[in-house]
């Protein structure tokens, strides 16, 4: 069974703070990697995708890929209270399941003010 | 920007009713999925298609079935609603590469 594990939290920083959101995936062949933020009663979000190992950046957003440990992080810098969400990780292998993505069942962040 | 249109933000249905969820996707994408979101449990698979006339069960197809007549469309039909169907209902698209999906602003569904 190929999973994508998260921690549910909640996650709770300081506003300005660095948050530091982890996820681990089983499925050694996967090869895309994405992060969504859903607020409370909307729908996910994509805000960052990664496919190669190492950092990639958008603005607050720091991604990171470690394929060696299966490991996903998304670090965001200078948290707002508008970050406040549920982060999912979610993992795609395009050779199985017709490339669908796995997702975790996310980790709750919370920015205090 | 892709958009991904559902017909319903809230439905509110009687037990043993057929319920149709309509899911519209402007951007040609190859692949559609239907997924139930529930507090603790996640993002749960219903169907998804990869092709018009196509569909694959995901991991909780029991209850539901799904049409794909046309490229931009993909409904999902709960052929006799129960209790235990009360959900959020979200819809998604996307390629089959590295650009992951898209999802509508979902349904939420009442079964009473």
Not at chain 1, 1 to 10: A, D, L, M, R, T
Not at chain 2, 36 to 41: A, K, N, T, V, Y
Not at chain 2, 63 to 91: H, P
């Amino acid at each position: 069974q190929k999973e994508v594990e998260q921690n549910s939290g909640p996650l709770s920083v300081p506003e300005g703070a660095i948050a530091s959101l982890n996820c681990t995936y089983s499925d050694r062949g996967s090869q895309s990697f994405f992060w969504y933020r859903q607020y409370s009663g909307k729908s996910p979000e994509l805000i960052m995708s990664i496919y190669s190992n190492g950092d990639k950046e958008d603005g607050r957003f720091t991604a990171q890929l470690n394929k060696a440990s299966q490991y996903v992080s998304l670090l965001i810098r200078d948290s707002q209270p508008s970050d406040s969400a549920t982060y999912l990780c979610a993992a795609q292998n395009y050779g199985g399941s017709q490339g669908n993505l796995i997702f975790g069942k996310g980790t709750k962040l919370s920015v205090k003010p | 920007d892709v958009k991904v249109t559902q017909s319903s933000r809230y439905l509110v249905k009687r037990t043993g009713e057929k319920v149709f969820l309509e899911c519209v996707q402007d951007m040609d994408h190859e692949n559609m999925f239907w997924y139930r979101q529930d507090p603790g449990l996640g993002l749960r698979l219903i169907y998804f298609s990869y092709d018009v006339k196509m569909k694959e069960k995901g991991d909780i197809p029991e209850g539901y079935s799904v049409s794909r007549e046309k490229k931009e469309r993909f409904s999902l039909i709960l052929e006799s609603a129960s209790t235990n169907q009360t959900s959020m209902y979200l819809c998604a698209s996307g390629w089959r590469g590295r650009d992951g999906y898209t999802f509508g602003s979902g349904t939420r569904l009442t079964v009473v």
